[in-house]
């Protein structure tokens, strides 16, 4: 059982468009929500994060929009370009034990088409 | 350059032959993880450890171990390999920023096929 649901699988966009990318959690422990990037080939790199006591983050073209009430968080990627095209792993973090645990979400391909 | 590097990239073997995967990272972290990567799976925690000769089990542990002699290296054991074992492997690091908050440093990965 996943405690970290990403959707969708699999996503394609068209340049200059906006890709989204969708998480919900359960675990109300969780506290922090990073977004990885996976270009292929490589390994996942920290894109952005987000902390539940704001409801939004923007840094660049990419927003998280974060609802705490609902446990859902979001990606946004506005004019996305073909740059943009990878695996994208929302993530869920809570700290405990000493030990700050992570889950990540199954995963997102975007594919950005000229 | 701040790094985390794993080898080999590439390993193909059979049922039951004993393999390690080394990991090192430059950056004096004290956490690193082991994860493996599944299509439709995601990411999923192996092993971690919060410091020299400290490691635990993480998600899926089963047919692995660890061992973290040193702070910079943290190599993945495979005593007895099995086909269910073929994936994508990372390494990674922790910078910890206090609380929850924290980066992971990923390796290059290593795909291991087990026949």
């Known amino acids: 059982q996943q405690q970290v649901k990403q959707s969708p699988q699999s996503l394609i966009v068209q340049k200059g468009g906006i890709s989204i990318i969708n998480c919900a959690y359960e675990n109300t422990a969780f506290d922090y929500f990073p977004w990885y990037q996976q270009f292929p080939g490589k390994g996942p790199a920290l894109l952005i994060a987000i902390r539940p006591d704001v409801s939004e983050k923007k840094e660049g073209r990419f927003t998280i929009s974060f609802n705490k009430s609902a446990k859902q968080f979001s990606l946004h990627i506005m004019d996305s370009q073909p740059g943009d095209s990878a695996t994208y792993f929302c993530?869920?973090?809570?700290?405990?034990?000493?030990?700050?645990?992570?889950?990540f979400g199954a995963g997102t391909r975007l594919a950005v088409h000229p | 350059e701040a790094q985390v590097t794993q080898n080999p990239r590439y390993l193909i073997t059979v049922t039951g032959k004993k393999l390690t995967v080394t990991c090192s990272q430059n950056?004096?972290?004290?956490?690193m993880s082991w994860y493996r990567q599944d299509p439709g799976l995601g990411l999923r925690q192996i092993y971690y450890?919060?410091?020299?000769?400290?490691?635990d089990k993480g998600d899926v542990p089963e047919g692995y171990k660890v061992s973290r002699k040193e702070k910079r290296n943290f190599p993945l054991i495979l005593e007895s390999p099995s086909p269910n074992q073929t994936s994508l492997y990372f390494c990674?690091?922790?910078?910890?920023?206090?609380?929850?908050?924290?980066?992971?440093?990923f390796g290059p990965g290593t795909r291991l096929t087990v026949l």
């Open positions: 950056m004096n972290h004290e956490y």
């Open positions: 993530a869920a973090s809570y700290f405990s034990g000493g030990y700050n645990k992570l889950i």
């Open positions: 990674a690091s922790t910078r910890r920023y206090g609380g929850s908050y924290n980066e992971q440093f």
């Open positions: 450890s919060m410091n020299v000769e400290v490691t």
